[in-house]
């Protein structure tokens, strides 16, 4: 009998876990019992555990292949799964130089050619940069960099955010505090102060605006707030130019050039939070430059990289940068891998695929594909609203079309439980939303199958949900 020592037996543990856990029923075990997920509920015991991807297409542990129609379950994969181009720009750098800091005086090659890249696409007068490992990141940056702007030039009342219900801007404290998802502030407190969140511009649901015309109805939310607050007392304003999370939502036209002339007039800033917009989801570099909003501050992240390596940038403009940076004070602000090498690396090399393929554009067009695909779809019971915003599109489900009461989200769970199983479809729901943010590569045949799959399901799905 062979005797083996605890340190042995963990090695070989851990020997086997790296090496022979590959079975799917292996890794899927091993999930349940040690990976806590983002959003993780013991209601779902179920896991999908994703293990290579070429173009908009994924295969699960399984073996089993899946039609990505949500831009890696996250809004990302812009240029695709499995791009050669991005696995190389990764590697070369990796080789060349993995890491070094951007602290002080410090930097590399590569984050400084993608700042100066990203001066270059950005809408005029944004050309300073800033690098987050995150959304999340971006937007607490954002946020200090509003607040200390305010505090040096003498306004130190200058300290209150406005957020919107229904945004959403990470799950750092600072930018979890002015997203407007309630449970996101639950049992967690207490949170960032002064933080007041606005109603959101939802065209769809009339109600919200007590029988106004919605913009209407925002602005004097607004200065109605601004008055409460006291203007010298607020810092900024933070906005996604379309809701994400929040299910899709475009508002109207004028809302966000009546929005900014408001926040003009009192010396609040405006931050757009492009984490999912920027880099031609919705068919743009920048979808704030096309709404209006002529933001002091753009915070992105998500398509930068394709998802291909964690990386986040804050845009500021010259005024905010000359205050907040250019100065004998420090902007004591920091993260280990702000401006990480490889991280850059893969991002530049993104951009180039974005604009060598002319994606952007191609954006636009899937989401007239979308359009067409779901014309059927948008007239079933179970269908509220299909909104399409170049790729990127919601369809909410109600339970009362009449009503527009909505639907309960279980019924958006079932519909895309069924689409992943029946259809091997993948697709999100936020609340009562379904979403889709597909590969800026997917093809109009992989669109139709798509469309003609929620449709099926949701033709079939009742307005009682089931
Ligand atoms: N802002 C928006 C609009 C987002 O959709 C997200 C994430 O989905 C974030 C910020 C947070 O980004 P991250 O998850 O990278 O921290």
New binding site residues.
Partial sequence: MTTTTTQERTMTTSAVRETTATTAGDIEELDRRHLIHPHQTRMRADRRVIVRGKGSTVWDAHGRARLDVTGAG??VAQVGHGREELAEAAAEQIRELAYFTCFYEFSNDKAVQLAARLADLAPAGLNRVYFTG????G?DTAIKAARLFHHRNGETGRTWILGRQFG????SYG?GTVTGFDLMHQGVGPNLPHVERLSPAWPYHQEFYQGQDPTDFLVAELEQTIERIGAGNIAAMIG?PVL??GGVVAPPEDYWPRIRQVLRAHGILLIA?E??TAYGRTGAWFDSAGRGMDPDIIVT??GLTSGYAPL?AVLLSDRIAGVVADTDDFFFHGHTYSGHPSSCAVALRNLRLLEDENLIARSRQIGEWFRAGLAKAAELPAVGEVRVEGAMVGIELVADRATRQPQSPMAAVAACDELYDRHDLILRHYGPTIVMAPPLVITEEEVARAADGVTEVLQRLGTDGV
């Fill in positions: 996250n809004w995150s959304g999340s990141e937007n959403y801007h990470g799950a930018s996604e994400g999370g939070d984490v999912i992240a998500k986040g």
